[in-house]
């Protein structure tokens, strides 16, 4: 299985709380390339884990769409959809042992993971090889409780990727893991997306490990509030045209300050009026 492309358009998810709506998600237009890597930030409650759970197919959308490869998961059957799930998109939930049944060995968890495909008549890769992949062929038989954090998260990326997925979604996969562990483990994602082709989308609130990324979206209030490339950040424009100002620019341009975009031959400046004054802002884009 090669990668698969993700693309959101306009997506919406409300939930009720406490007799309450709750808009997790207010329109975002997102797009991740077949075999491309991309971090998602942003704090608690943004609505991170909301999208990741909602490409995984856990739930369908309020409104908006959205797209795994050829499919548009709020229209796609049931059958299909648990197809998806159990061959080619792949979800890693925060936490390695959401993600193994403890009784079981990691060869036997991975075993297990692969019997949903092969009844929907998918071939997957066999399970030295999955093991191969994480680098756990000397641990593969020995009990869970027997390994480290680190070991048992990387069984716990083996289970997501025993079907060779075209899609691995992963929540904070790092989080719990020491230094040297969350590297083996951020290696081993890099690796599986090298080698598989596997398109990655994973969830963290550590820098360190968002600069390790080519990659990352910012999601601020249900919104896309920024991007980051190569070290780069950027605001995005949306679709209805909203453009979020990243954080550190609104301690200088405060609620009610006044912007004005300036055209000069192919580049674009932003002018910022404040108490009558116009100055010009240290902010380009083409």
Known sequence: MTGLAISTQRLVHIYRTEGHDVAALSGVDLDVAAGEVVGLLG????????????????FRPSAGKIFVGADELSSVSASRL???RAAH??????????????????????????????RAGVAVPG????????????????PLEQLTPGHQQLAALAVCVATAPGVLLADEPTSQLDHEAADRVLATIGRINRELGTTVVLVTH?????????????????????????GEEYAVVSADGFLPLPAHALADLPPGTLLRFHKERDVYQ???????????RNEEDR
Do not use: C, W
């Open 43 to 58: 704090p608690s409650g943004a609505g991170k884990s909301t999208l990741l759970s909602l490409l995984g197919g856990l």
């Open 82 to 84: 648990d197809e998806l």
């Open 89 to 118: 998109v792949a979800l890693m939930l925060q936490g390695a042992g959401r993600n193994l049944l403890p009784y079981l060995t990691a060869r036997d968890n991975v075993a297990f993971a692969q019997d949903g495909a092969r």
């Open 127 to 142: 399970v030295g090889e999955v093991l191969g992949h994480v680098g756990l062929d000397a641990e593969a038989d020995l």
């Open 206 to 230: 550590n820098p360190d490990v968002a600069a390790r990324l080519p990659r990352t979206v910012t999601i601020r209030d249900g919104k896309i509030g920024g991007e980051g490339r190569s």
């Open 270 to 280: 932003l002018l910022v009026e404040q108490a009558g004054n116009e100055q010009d």
